[in-house]
């Protein structure tokens, strides 16, 4: 696991973007943190690291999905936190998305299962502008370019 502390909403831009490299189709990004913890910046870097223009992230809350094409992969941007129904979230064939680009969740909590073979970053508030930031990667899809994992 990688702890990392940020100190501006650049800065966990920042994270996200050197995240961006190493994932591949397939790779499953699932963001945990409080409202404002700062997910959705996370996401903007994680797009801009894709190629993607960071400005088309938004939070898409009454979306629940939002498709970000133009980048090296597509990226699928899920925030779920508004998802009453368990069953919405199958209708959303997240699964089948993930198979051709990075798919970045916000609030998985709300997922009836969690998808085993994902990048965890979990974004905590330290006061004021202040984040820690935990990442483990995932076990079964290694972040190709992460120096700690070389060694595969
Ligand atoms: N170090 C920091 N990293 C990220 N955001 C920060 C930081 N410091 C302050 N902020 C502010 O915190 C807010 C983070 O908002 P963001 O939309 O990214 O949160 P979120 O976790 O996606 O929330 P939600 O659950 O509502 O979607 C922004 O207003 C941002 O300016
Ligand atoms: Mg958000």
Excluded: C
């Excluded at 909403?9 to 995240?19: H, K, W, Y």
């Excluded at 994932?23 to 997910?39: E, I, R, Y």
């Excluded at 699928?76 to 969740?105: C, Q, S, W």
């Excluded at 997922?111 to 974004?123: A, F, W, Y």
Aim: charged share 25%; net charge negative.
């Amino acid at each position: 696991m990688t702890t990392l502390i940020t100190h501006s909403e650049a800065e966990t831009g920042a994270a996200g973007r050197a995240l961006a490299p190493g994932l591949s189709p397939g790779s499953v990004v699932l963001l945990f943190g409080d409202l404002g913890a700062g997910k959705t910046a996370f996401v903007r870097g994680l797009a801009e690291g894709l190629g993607i223009d960071p400005a088309e992230v938004s939070s898409p809350t009454f979306t629940l999905l939002q498709e970000y094409r133009g980048g090296r992969i597509p990226l699928f941007h899920a925030d779920l936190y508004r998802l009453n129904d368990a069953r919405e979230v199958e209708d959303l064939g997240l699964e089948e998305l993930a198979a051709d680009g990075v798919l970045a969740i916000e609030w998985p909590e709300k997922l009836p299962r969690r998808p085993s073979g994902s990048i965890r970053v979990r974004i905590e508030d330290a006061g004021d502008e202040t984040r820690t930031i935990h990442i483990t990667p995932s076990p079964t899809h290694p972040i190709t370019t992460s120096p700690t994992h070389s060694d595969r």
